[in-house]
């Protein structure tokens, strides 16, 4: 399977959508540790399809299921960034026993079920702030 290159921008001359999600996810990724293997569990594609989007060779597709999954990791981090920024108290949470979810948010994100509790619980706690 050919990797496909989208250009950085759409043809009205904004940057293109999915360049721009695919480079959030691996940011969001960077800064709170998280490895390939598990945001390729996360996105649902396989981890070397995970390497090109670290190196600008794979771009997720608005039409596929990856895209809602990066969106939802996105929003995740966006979340914990705001309760707790990106730094090692974000990992922590994230690698740590949570009482409210039942178990350890890095795991559970694994799953389509956990992704969108860990996200609910964090859009709720981000609430109260």
């Known amino acids: 399977m050919q990797s496909r290159r989208i250009p950085e921008t759409d ?3 904004g940057p293109d959508p999915g360049t721009t999600l695919t480079k959030a996810v691996m940011r969001a990724a960077g800064f709170l540790g998280i490895s390939q293997a598990v945001v390729a569990n996360v996105l649902g594609i396989s981890t070397a399809s995970v390497s090109r989007m670290a190196s600008g060779g ?9 895209w809602e999954f990066g969106v939802l990791f996105v929003r ?4 914990l960034d705001a309760i707790l920024g990106h730094g090692d108290q974000a990992r922590l949470w994230l690698t740590h026993e949570n009482l409210a979810l039942g178990g350890k948010p890095i795991e559970m994100i694994r799953t389509t079920e956990g992704l ?5 619980y964090l859009d709720a706690t ?4």
């Not at 981000?126 to 702030?129: A, V, Y």
């Open 11 to 13: 043809p009205a001359g």
């Open 58 to 66: 794979y771009v997720l597709d608005a039409h596929r299921k990856e």
């Open 76 to 79: 995740l981090f966006r979340s």
């Open 116 to 120: 969108v509790r860990v996200v609910h």
């Open 126 to 129: 981000r609430g109260r702030i």
